[in-house]
């Protein structure tokens, strides 16, 4: 696979209603969905991603980690922040984004992402998964 999956990806995203694109060869899968449960639900149902190339509206450090555990190749996100590009640099995983930010912000925009802060002090993808687990039955409650 090469960089004209992640056009592929990018071209999806801009031109559609999905959150999520992922892109190899001849498989697309797409996501309109917001938040970390797309890429859980991939995790959950053992998707073979690795090696794709994504693109995302969002991706805080929950979501790094959550890529880093799906193993993909390429990402690029409309807008980042700084804890997961932080995250992202230490992998294989090659990034774009068009707007880094210090943090995301929940959707009422008077706070951090609730995933964000669950994963603030988690240094490992392998730790993160139950802290996002976690935090997302918080939020039901």
Sequence with gaps: ??????????????????????CSNQIILTDKRRGV????????NKADVAGFAVADKVVGKAAAYLYCLLKIKYLYAQVISQPALDVLAKTDISVEYSKLVPA???????????MECAVLNIDSADEALPAIYHALAQLKK
């Design 1 to 22: 696979m090469s960089c004209k999956e992640l056009d592929k990806a990018k071209m999806l995203l801009s031109k559609t209603d999905n959150t999520c694109v992922l």
């Design 37 to 44: 449960r797309p890429l859980l639900d991939l995790l959950e």
């Design 104 to 114: 995301i912000q929940n959707r009422t925009k008077d706070g951090f992402c609730p």
